[in-house]
């Protein structure tokens, strides 16, 4: 049986409400919050390189979309205001993300307790063990 990925007949990015709007063929119509997808953005960066090497956003509350690029005709590229901008969210991911939003919010908050981490918590970078030792969070970009 073909399965068939629904394509968005409308995005919209909705600034004042944080959040993207994306209508399906199929019907379905989500409002994704510009924090979700910036949380479970598919790149490198934040999923890291295999299972259990996610990186965990945090202080993305306030996360903007600046840019929203075409990628061929199956996916987009958001520029997030934090200067995040490797993730390509292809339909079918977005669709994933609208269906299961309910689910991923609470798995993320879920993983933000059991690292003991305030969700508006500045971004650490994880290269280093933590020694106990105040971390300043440098960034070192890819």
């Known amino acids: 049986m073909a399965h068939t990925v629904p394509h968005p007949t409308?995005?919209?990015?909705?600034?004042?409400?944080?959040?993207?709007?994306?209508?399906?063929?199929?019907?379905?119509?989500?409002?994704?919050?510009?924090?979700?997808?910036?949380?479970?953005?598919?790149?490198a960066e934040v999923r890291g390189h295999g299972p259990g090497q996610e990186t965990l956003q945090t202080g993305k509350r306030d996360v903007l979309i600046n840019?929203?690029?075409?990628?061929?005709?199956?996916?987009?590229?958001?520029?997030?205001s934090d200067g995040h901008d490797t993730g390509i969210f292809t339909w079918e991911y977005l669709y994933f993300l609208g269906s299961e939003q309910s689910q991923l919010w609470s798995d993320y908050l879920e993983r933000l307790a059991a690292a003991q981490v305030d969700r508006d918590a500045a971004m650490v970078t994880a290269d280093a063990p933590s020694s106990g030792g105040c971390g300043h969070g440098a960034h070192h970009g890819h």
């Open 10 to 43: 409308q995005l919209t990015v909705h600034r004042q409400s944080r959040d993207l709007e994306i209508a399906f063929d199929d019907g379905a119509v989500f409002r994704l919050p510009f924090e979700l997808l910036r949380v479970y953005s598919p790149s």
């Open 67 to 80: 840019q929203l690029e075409s990628v061929g005709n199956y996916a987009v590229q958001p520029t997030f």
